[in-house]
């Protein structure tokens, strides 16, 4: 009832940013390639720190 006095995890925080890089890639497949994979690459930096927060949590 109350979530918007609910501050965001780190982890909610990169997913937000992967979701973003993944459509601005997505756009940018069609129009510019080089951007494209550059966008992808962070994109994929963004979901390698996610996935090592999901490790520390399981530790």
Known sequence: MFSFFK???KKEKLEIKFKKLMQE???LSSVN????????A????VAAQIKSLKHEQLD
């Open 7 to 9: 501050r965001k995890s």
């Open 25 to 27: 890639w997505h756009q």
């Open 33 to 40: 390639r080089a951007a494209s994979d550059e966008t992808y």
């Open 42 to 45: 962070k994109a994929q930096l």
